[in-house]
């Protein structure tokens, strides 16, 4: 991922507190915009691991934890075709249609190094935290014939070590975002683990 750094740091309307596109309306955007199928699976597996760690780590009701999984949705939803645009387009876009500031902060902290906006919510740390090594371990699922049943801690640890593998993934924001959420980064691989592979 390149550099666009998003040149402000506050993003919505604070009177739109509570806002969210419908489950029906999020899915036709990243239809609209997102025509890549790879990319599309990597932005459901996020939208899932997010929705799955408000529902089972902080308690969330239905309504709370879709925030949660709409801001995973749609994070790279103007990546496929506005790469040089990523993520100005999508937070422009929920801008208009008056959603939850929470929601589009979250978008646009989700890569600090890129964008300039540090993650601050507990949304935005778990949505920096999950993109990186989501793909690393959806990538480790690619090359094992079993895909993601059997796979261990241990297995995706030793991909992490390896710098060849998933080149594009940033071992340094995985690290860094593991830090600022206060996780291990065993938890974190391991929830994943148990989690993504049911996204196909």
């Known amino acids: 991922m390149s550099t666009h750094l998003l040149g402000r740091q506050e993003f919505g309307n604070p009177a739109n507190a509570g806002n969210s596109l419908s489950r029906a309306e999020a899915q036709l955007l990243l239809n609209d915009w997102v025509k890549n199928e790879r990319l599309k699976l990597h932005m459901k597996q996020v939208a899932y691991l997010m929705k799955q760690w408000a529902i089972e780590k ?37 801008e208009k249609r008056n959603v939850d500031p929470g929601i ?57 070590k390896e710098k060849a ?7 340094e924001d995985i690290q860094d975002a593991c830090r600022r959420a206060g996780l291990e980064t065993d938890e974190l691989i391991q929830f994943i683990i148990n989690h993504q592979g049911q996204v196909v």
């Open 58 to 94: 902080l308690g969330m009701d239905d309504t709370q934890a879709w925030h949660w999984e709409m801001a995973g949705l749609l994070h790279d939803a103007d990546w496929d075709q506005w790469p040089d645009r990523h993520c100005s387009l999508i937070i422009e876009e929920l």
């Open 104 to 160: 589009i902060h979250a978008i646009a902290s989700h890569g600090p190094s890129y964008f300039g906006v540090e993650p601050q919510s507990p949304m935005d740390k778990m949505l920096y935290a999950f993109d990186e090594l989501s793909g690393l371990i959806h990538a480790y699922s690619l090359m094992r014939p079993e895909g993601y049943a059997g796979m261990e801690l241990k297995g995706v640890k030793k991909r992490l």
């Open 165 to 171: 593998f998933a080149a594009n993934v940033n071992r």
